[in-house]
């Protein structure tokens, strides 16, 4: 009986929770170890959401398994300093309500450190059980903190634990600039950033008060301003509002797809919109548009400036008269941002619809072509130039080195109900926009699922010398408006190294993005999620590497 009893202690002790923690621990009652996985998601923590979803941990059991009850998870972070950027850590449930997924707490703890438990109780039904890994950002956060978890360990009722080490991947922060029904808006979009002399970020959108839907509606002109790298952000103002002009209802005066412009030169803030007041509200304003010049009949492109770094906004400019052609049926600018020249020129991306006898290939009533409208009188007057391709839309306009203007397009070819796919139109003018010439890397080296996409230009020290650099942000997926991606070109565009690439998140959004240089080391991203704008600061390091 005594030879019995010394051979339990000892058994005792081999399986007790004091033992070996960066290994599998097995009890006697198991034929094999449970299998887990830790998957990290590119996503970011949003300041301003109590509910980050993270990662995904997947345990899965053999036939014969006898564990009941996960009573306790580990965390290892890489840095003690995430005690200053993360309030909580919750573990969900995920559990079928009325046959939709719905996520329920079943552990937290608000004291975080390096290293950081939280203790469970939670039953293991089945041979497969996922949880969901949620942080909570402190709401003073530094958005520019980065998180990675090293290692996570889980603790089971049958006094085994096991280790696991997730994918790598680094954890960003990110702010939501504007929330859906925020200021009693219920949907933001269409983002436009740039950087001014005095180092602001001056943010333009829509503010869609009803709904999402598109121009003919109830929408205005919003603006957000940052002096701090976009630490912080000043209250909303509304810069561009038609009223009730023509003693028509706002949402028969809606202005929206707005286009901003710094001048660098005469510290000047542009903002191109485009407003139309005789269409219905049952009229969408893109086909409601027709040939003619008064706002009763087709769009309108209307200017606000600013001279004193955002603060106050001029009255709303009509310049169409200088760079409509009363054939077309339709001109707007961008929509995201423009650029000042080195010479000083003042040049919108835009767009128009020419009616060129024939239906569009995309099966609509007209042909739309992307296009340039330039000033070379800082904005006194204004020009435009021709179309770059048929049946482009919304494009952005980046300067090159040898001073020529390239053009990178959203291209309607591009639609997977028509089973083609085939990625951005650029092309290259060397004359203002009077003629074009097609990119070698047109329609292959960026894939895109028919979105709005942001490109600029910057100087980088690479390798110790300064180079041209172009950086890229879109929707990185062929089909749908998943996986918002930064993407770096060396060689002027004509490549695209999957090495030079960051996906910020991989969820589904409405996926149109603008990006600007906040300094040479730092980008900032303006991007949509799902009725909401979102933004991150990337380090250009993060993306370049070890150049």
């Given amino acids: 009986m005594k030879k019995l009893i010394v051979i339990l202690l000892i058994f005792m002790q081999l399986t007790s929770v004091g033992g070996c923690r960066k290994e599998s621990v097995v009890a006697e009652t198991n034929s094999a170890p449970i299998e887990i996985q830790v998957q990290i998601n590119h996503v970011p923590v949003f300041i301003q959401h109590e509910t980050n979803e993270i990662a995904t941990i997947t345990i899965k059991k053999a036939e014969n398994d006898r564990t009941q009850k996960l009573t306790g998870i580990t965390f290892h972070f890489s840095d003690s300093n995430v005690q200053n950027v993360i309030k909580s850590i919750h573990l969900l449930n995920t559990a079928p309500d009325n046959n939709e997924q719905s996520s329920h707490f079943i552990g937290e703890t608000s004291e975080i450190k390096k290293v950081t438990t939280i203790s469970l109780d939670q039953n293991i039904s089945g041979?497969?059980?996922?949880?969901?890994?949620s942080l909570t950002a402190k709401k003073n956060a530094n958005i520019e903190a980065q998180i990675q978890i090293e290692e996570v360990i889980l603790e089971f009722d049958n006094l085994t634990e096991q280790s696991v080490q997730p994918n790598k991947h680094t954890i960003k922060l990110a702010h939501v600039v504007r929330q859906q029904g925020q200021d009693n808006c219920d949907t933001y979009r269409i983002p436009g950033i740039v950087t001014t002399n005095e180092g602001s970020l001056i943010a333009v959108y829509d503010v869609r008060y009803n709904n999402s839907k598109d121009l003919q509606e109830d929408i205005d002109i919003g603006m957000s301003r940052s002096t701090d790298g976009g630490q912080t952000w000043e209250?909303?103002?509304i810069i561009m509002d038609m009223g009730e002009w023509g003693g028509r209802a706002q949402k028969l005066n809606g202005i929206g797809d707005p286009c901003v412009l710094y001048d660098n030169q005469t510290k000047t803030l542009w903002v191109a919109a485009l407003w139309m007041s005789?269409?219905?509200?049952?009229?969408?304003?893109?086909?409601?548009?027709?040939?003619?010049?008064?706002?009763?009949v087709t769009g309108q492109f209307m200017l606000a400036k600013s001279t004193d770094d955002g603060l106050t906004w001029?009255?709303?400019i009509n310049i169409t008269e200088q760079i409509k052609n009363p054939a077309w049926q339709l001109l707007l600018q961008g929509p995201g941002r423009g650029i000042c020249m080195n010479d000083g020129t003042l040049v919108f991306p835009a767009q128009f619809k020419a009616d060129i006898g024939e239906k569009a290939l995309d099966g609509g009533q007209y042909t739309c072509h992307s296009t340039i409208v330039y000033s070379k009188d800082q904005g006194q007057t204004w020009h435009i130039g021709t179309g770059a391709k048929t049946n482009t839309t919304e494009a952005q306009v980046v300067e090159l080195q040898d001073g020529s203007l390239m053009l990178n397009m959203r291209d309607d070819r591009n639609r997977k109900d028509k089973g083609d796919t085939n990625g951005r139109a650029v092309a290259v003018s060397k004359d203002m926009g009077a003629t074009w010439e097609v990119h070698p890397s047109s329609n292959h080296a960026l894939p895109e699922s028919n979105c709005m996409a942001s490109i600029i230009e910057a100087k980088v020290e690479i390798n110790g010398s300064s180079k041209n650099v172009l950086f890229f942000s879109n929707p990185n997926n062929k089909y749908e408006r998943w996986n918002m991606t930064i993407k770096a070109s060396i060689d002027n565009g004509l490549t695209w190294p999957d090495e030079y690439q960051i996906e910020l998140n991989a969820n589904?959004?409405?996926?149109?993005?603008?990006?600007t240089m906040i300094d040479n080391q730092t980008i900032g991203i303006l991007y949509e999620g799902v009725k909401e704008l979102y933004f991150q600061k990337i380090a250009v390091s993060d993306i370049l590497g070890n150049k």
């Fill in 314 to 316: 001029s009255a709303p």
């Fill in 508 to 515: 589904k959004g409405y996926g149109y993005s603008c990006m």
């Fill in 127 to 133: 041979l497969t059980s996922s949880f969901f890994i």
């Fill in 235 to 237: 209250p909303m103002k």
């Fill in 278 to 296: 005789g269409a219905t509200s049952n009229d969408m304003l893109w086909w409601a548009s027709s040939p003619g010049m008064k706002p009763e």
